[in-house]
C-alpha cells in the first residue's frame, strides 16, 4: 500500500473567505459592545483573533508574544519564539511582518490595557501568560457566538491565513516566511485547496467595480 506523501489541507481545517471574514466582523462588534460597557472579555478575543487572522501564527506563539517583542517602526514586525528545535531544548524564533491595520489595533489594545513593555500581550484574568488552552476556548466561543463549525480552532484561522495569502500572491515563498514552516514543502498545501476558495478569495479581495483601492 503507497502512503499518502503529504498531510493535506480538506474544507474542514479551514475556514472560506465568507467565515473568515464574519468571525472577523463579529468579535469586532463584540468588543465594541464590551467597551461601551466598561467590559475587556471581547476586547482580548477581538485582539487574539486579529492576531491569528493578521499574521496566521501559531496558538503556542501567541501565548508567549510580550509588548517588548512588538517592533513599529521600520520593517513592523512581531518578534515570535516558536517550536522547540529538535533533539534541543532552544526555541526556534521568527519575525512575523504585520500591516497597518494591525498595528493600529494592537497600539490601542495595548494603550487601553495598560500594559508595558515587559507583560504578556494576551493576559489572563491573574494577569499572566494565557495557556494554549485558555486561548482555543476563547477562540471556541468566538465561533460559536459567530454561529461557524465547532471544529474550528486557532490552527484553521492559520490555515486560513495560509490559504488567503497564497490565493493572492501565489508566492511560497512569503507563506513559509510568514508562517514560520521549517520547509518549503510544508506551504505547498495550501496550493491543493479547492478552486472555488479561491474564486471566493479573490472576489472578496478587490472591489466589485474594478477601482483601485
Not at 468588543?31 to 501559531?58: F, H, N, Y
Not at 491573574?126 to 465561533?143: D, E, N, P, V
Request: glycine share 6%.
Amino acid at each position: 500500500m503507497n502512503k499518502q506523501s503529504k498531510w493535506e489541507l480538506t474544507p474542514q481545517k479551514y475556514m472560506n473567505k465568507a467565515e473568515f471574514d464574519h468571525l472577523r466582523k463579529m468579535t469586532e462588534a463584540l468588543a465594541t459592545l464590551d467597551l461601551a460597557k466598561g467590559r475587556s472579555t471581547w476586547v482580548k478575543a477581538w485582539m487574539m483573533i486579529d492576531l491569528v487572522t493578521q499574521t496566521g501564527m501559531r496558538v503556542m506563539e501567541l501565548t508567549r508574544v510580550k509588548v517588548s517583542d512588538l517592533y513599529f517602526n521600520r520593517d513592523p514586525h512581531i518578534f515570535v519564539i516558536g517550536k522547540k528545535k529538535k533533539g534541543t531544548e532552544e526555541r526556534k524564533t521568527r519575525e512575523v511582518s504585520v500591516g497597518t491595520a494591525l498595528i493600529k489595533h494592537l497600539k490601542s489594545y495595548i494603550q487601553y490595557s495598560g500594559l508595558k513593555e515587559d507583560d504578556y500581550l494576551l493576559q489572563s484574568s491573574r494577569g499572566g501568560q494565557f495557556t494554549t488552552m485558555g486561548l482555543q476556548l476563547i477562540f471556541k466561543r468566538a465561533c460559536k457566538e459567530a454561529g461557524l463549525p465547532s471544529h474550528y480552532s486557532i490552527h484553521a484561522a492559520r490555515h486560513s491565513f495560509g490559504t488567503l495569502l497564497y490565493a493572492k500572491y501565489k508566492d511560497l515563498r512569503m507563506v513559509q516566511k510568514q508562517l514560520g514552516h521549517a520547509n518549503i514543502q510544508t506551504s505547498t498545501i495550501y496550493t491543493d485547496v479547492p478552486k472555488d476558495t479561491i474564486v471566493d478569495a479573490m472576489n472578496g479581495m478587490f472591489p466589485e467595480n474594478g477601482e483601485e483601492e
